[in-house]
């Protein structure tokens, strides 16, 4: 079983930055593709970025140039640096991080969710 902790949410003004955190432990095998989502009220959850364990990122089309996926495979980590924030990146942002299993099995996990509040 893989426990996620998050960290890194808050308040902040348009314009300003966050870093947002997620490390992964428990009882690692492998883990291969990691991401942030976000949701905010009312809406479905998006993905905002992801990264595979190889480093290969993509951004969902709203952040790019403003946000920064990037991870430490060492650490099993994983880190989303939002530059530039707006009011529309107000949501509750989510680690997701997948683990491939002896047999092939593949898992993925969610953590529990940080709230990131801009104002405008």
């Known amino acids: 079983q893989v426990q996620l902790v998050e960290s890194g949410g808050g308040l902040v003004q348009a314009g300003g930055s966050l870093r947002l955190s997620c490390v992964a432990s428990?009882?690692?095998?492998?883990?291969?593709?990691m991401g942030w989502y976000r949701q905010a009220p009312e809406k479905q959850r998006e993905l905002v970025a992801g990264i595979t364990r190889g480093g290969r990122t993509n951004y969902t089309d709203s952040v790019k140039g403003r946000f920064t996926i990037s991870r430490d495979n060492a650490k099993n980590a994983v880190y989303l640096q939002m530059n530039s924030l707006k009011a529309e990146d107000t949501a509750v942002y989510y680690c997701?991080?997948?683990?491939?299993?002896?047999?092939?099995?593949?898992?993925?996990?969610w953590g529990q969710g940080t709230q990131v509040t801009v104002s405008s």
């Open positions: 428990g009882s690692i095998f492998t883990i291969t593709a």
């Open positions: 997701k991080v997948g683990e491939n299993r002896p047999g092939g099995f593949e898992y993925n996990y």
